[in-house]
């Protein structure tokens, strides 16, 4: 449902290592935007002109504007949305649940989930969740295998849980994909992983739980530039 994968074709034509983003600042989005935050205003006054300036110095984000306009237009990837429904005294109430992605396909990966009695609303705040809970991840080439250095995969495994789902990402060499569910599958790509071999375990089938596994396991290799 709502699944957009027409942005996978364009992903295979794409170099296979990105460059990082380029801090640049999205003139349409400043422009209809009245920040609500100190952040925001100095995103909008060109005094912040890098997400990492905000992210490094673990600043909450509370305005999505934020993340648009320093990272530009971010890919989503819907990944569920259910439909609630409960009895009350006054009859049948009906909600919507989803659970949404943004990213780069370079580095930077969100998750949010949200509930909305109309569809496209519960989609609206799931991704403007996802956008607040933006990470920069540091790729690497953990891959004995491969051993090229760059950032094509997961610079070492990394393992995260949600609920009962667990799952463990390991380095993988280059040109070998992604060997994942579907679920962790649209984590690793929106996140930029190339290259992983995958083991999970629990409740798999459950796409919140697994999603937010995957972007638990990620959280790892946050901030780890100049470790590895
Ligand atoms: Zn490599």
């Known amino acids: 449902m709502a699944d957009d994968h027409a942005e ?5 034509m794409e170099p296979e290592i990105e460059p ?38 673990n600043i909450e984000i509370k305005e999505p504007e934020i993340v648009d306009a ?5 890919k989503e990837d819907i990944l569920e949305i259910n439909m609630v429904q409960r009895m009350s005294d006054s009859g049948r109430r009906t909600r919507f649940a989803v659970t949404a992605l943004v990213g780069t396909g370079n580095g930077y990966i969100g998750i949010g ?26 790729r ?24 009962s789902a667990e799952i463990t990402i390991m380095p993988a060499p280059r040109g070998l994909g992604i060997v994942a569910n579907d679920t962790a599958k649209r984590v ?7 290259d992983a071999w995958t083991f999970t375990s629990g409740e798999t089938r459950t796409k919140v739980n697994m999603s937010y596994a995957t972007f638990n396991a990620l959280k ?5 530039r100049g470790v590895i």
């Open 8 to 12: 996978d074709k364009e992903e295979e």
């Open 20 to 57: 990082e983003v380029e801090p640049e600042i999205a003139e349409e989005i400043i422009k209809g935007w009245v920040p609500k935050t100190r952040i925001g205003r100095l995103v909008k006054e060109g005094k912040i002109k890098s997400i990492d300036e905000i992210i490094e110095k």
């Open 70 to 74: 320093l990272l530009g237009e971010l």
């Open 113 to 138: 989930r949200a509930h909305a009695k109309e569809v496209g609303s519960a989609i609206r705040k799931g991704v403007g969740r996802a956008k607040l809970n933006i990470m920069h991840i540091e």
């Open 140 to 163: 690497g080439c953990g891959s004995w295998q491969c051993g090229c250095g760059r950032g094509h995969s997961v610079p070492f495994s990394v393992t995260g849980k949600s609920g």
């Open 188 to 194: 690793l790509v929106l996140a930029g992983i190339k």
């Open 220 to 224: 790892q290799i946050v901030g780890t």
